[in-house]
């Protein structure tokens, strides 16, 4: 089975930056494109952003132009870059294939004002 493991995240004030990494046990299909989500403490899960082999990058309105994704194939890592961030940026963020087959534990990226 495979597995991804997050790291990088942590605290940081309103402004700051932070990448966050995802790096998965093996490659498989599934891990052709991979992407980021988050939740924030009562919200549902939302996806960030995403890459794949054969897909557009996407990212969600909200972090466009702030965030960026990008993959590393032969460390079968993905990043997330996260620069001017702000308070409402705060939430678990998980690292996913596309298909939301499989998923990391998470990270947590807390944005102080």
């Known amino acids: 089975q495979v597995q991804l493991v997050e790291s990088g995240g942590g605290s940081v004030q309103a402004g700051g930056s932070l990448r966050v990494s995802c790096t998965a046990s093996e490659h498989t299909y599934s891990t052709n494109c991979m992407g980021w989500f988050r939740q924030a403490p009562g919200k549902e899960r939302e996806v960030v952003a995403y890459?794949?082999?054969?897909?557009?990058?996407y990212y969600a309105d909200s972090v466009n132009g702030r965030f960026n994704i990008s993959r590393d194939n032969a460390k079968n890592t993905v990043y997330l870059q996260m620069n001017s961030l702000k308070p409402e940026d705060t939430a678990m963020y998980y690292c996913a294939t596309c298909d939301r087959s499989i998923w990391g534990q998470g990270t947590q990226v807390t944005v102080s004002s």
């Open positions: 890459s794949g082999d054969t897909l557009p990058t």
